[in-house]
């Protein structure tokens, strides 16, 4: 019995030997283990080709010869790549494309870019350079430009420690101002307008004698102060000086004639004196008026709440409780109607 059984195993054995040299150079082979069972093992090959081999299976292994790289066969994936046979090909040596997000953590240490003959930083989207704390400094050996398609923002104090250039390329002269040429800004010389005020022997009727600034620009302002004390104001239209009025009596006037019904007494009788004064100087009614030829068609007037309002006299025999409110409102008591038909009351504005 023992000696069946021997030859048994030495059949087993050898038929074995006979399949795996059946198929030793197959990619997969059967082999009975020693429980008796058929198994089937790959035997994957190593290739080294410029073109992909034929017919792969799972775990093959191709180098690459064309592109210098190692790569292994996947089913599902096919032809993965392992590595490159290049032993200094790198992010340094070699172009890549990130497939995914990465982040570059500096742990505290320093990241050097030096010697660097051009560098670029192009993004589709936003682009921050930040410090979360310290400086940042920016510098060239030459020129420095900075563009955007929109503007570009400076949040925070901004201190030139050199020369700045207009859009002619001039750093200006001393005491010039920048000023805007629609599309840029350029140095000019300063406007400063001056305000001058002088004392005189004349009266407020006539002009000053010799005493205005010499060499104005337009719009400065020369105040004339004659021995009355009546301020006058000129300014400068840059050909020649010109009176705007004296302070105060400028800004005293009398409003047109009004008419008060008086033929009967009563009291709380109102007038609107403001909007009688309003309504005659914008020459409503054509056929009432005249203007010289050239004249505008309306004559400008204040509005209600730039003037004050006084009665500075009426007859007390036929008016009485006599106010005015801040719009120009005048109240009154009739207690008498006139004799004659007629009486007096004068009305003044002034302006605030």
Known sequence: ????????????????????????????????????????????????????????????????????????????????????????????????????????????????????????????????????????????????????????????????NSTLLDVNNLAGTSGQVLTSTVTGVQWANSQQNTVTVSTDTDTIQNEPDGTFPASPIENDTFIYRPTNGEKVYYVFDGTEWNMIAPTKAARVFYPPSIAIDASTTGTNFTKNLYQEYSDQFSLAVPTTSASSTGAPSSIPTYASNQLYYYVTYYDPTIFNNVSIDANGNMTYDIINTPTDDNTIINVVFVVK
């Open 1 to 160: 019995m023992y000696k069946n059984i021997k030859h048994i195993n030495l059949f087993i054995l050898t038929f074995a030997l006979v399949l795996l040299s059946f198929g030793a150079n197959a990619q997969e082979v059967r082999v009975i283990d020693n429980k008796g069972t058929i198994q089937t093992v790959n035997n994957n090959t190593v290739t080294t080709s410029t073109t992909a081999p034929t017919n792969p299976v799972e775990n093959d292994v191709w180098f690459d010869t064309t592109n210098s790289q190692i790569k292994i066969y996947d089913t599902v994936n096919g032809w993965k790549l392992i590595t490159s046979t290049l032993a200094s090909q790198n992010i340094y040596t070699a172009d890549g494309t990130l497939t995914g997000n990465r982040t570059l953590d500096g742990d505290a240490h320093n990241l050097v870019f030096g010697n660097i003959n051009f560098f670029q930083l192009f993004s589709n989207f936003d682009l921050q350079i930040a410090t979360i704390g310290g400086n940042m400094q920016l510098s060239a050996a030459r020129t420095m430009q900075i563009t955007a398609h929109e503007n570009i923002i400076l949040q925070s104090p901004t201190e030139f």
